[in-house]
């Protein structure tokens, strides 16, 4: 079973830009998910779903990593207690910004929930970062 999702994107937008939108916790609620968020060491994080007929869903975490660029926390999904890594990293490229995503540590899930996970973590992640590029492209229309 693959145990890591990977995810690439090229932004024509400032790296600034584009950490802020994954860093901070207004930007990240506008474009994703209530967030409850800072992007310091330590901080234990809150995410949360809006209720749908699901229920509602809450990610919860610590921020292992902080540096210029590079963004790294636990993620553990509701009840299930099962800890799995978030790593962002951006790269500044001529005319924009590379953004590489990683979602790792999946088959810390035990049997057949872990390939559910990483079926429903894949195709969430895409969601995701379709969500960060609407985003964006609205901050610099805007703007």
Not at 48 to 75: M, Q, R
């Amino acid at each position: 079973m693959n145990d890591v999702i990977k995810k690439e994107r090229v932004f024509n937008h400032s790296i600034d830009k584009v950490w802020n939108a994954i860093s901070k916790a207004e930007e990240i609620s506008a474009w994703f998910i209530q967030a409850d968020f800072k992007a310091e060491k330590g901080y234990k994080y809150t995410f949360t779903a809006e209720p749908n007929e699901k229920g509602c869903t809450i990610i919860s975490g610590e921020v292992k990593e902080s540096n210029p660029y590079k963004l790294v926390y636990t993620w553990v999904v509701a009840e299930m207690k099962t800890e799995t890594t978030v790593t962002w990293e951006l790269e500044s490229i001529e005319g924009g910004t590379k953004l590489y995503l990683e979602h790792s540590g999946i088959s810390n899930y035990e049997g057949e929930t872990a390939v559910k996970m990483f079926e429903s973590f894949n195709g969430g992640w895409n969601n995701c970062i379709e969500g960060l590029t609407g985003y964006l492209k609205e901050l610099v229309d805007a703007g």
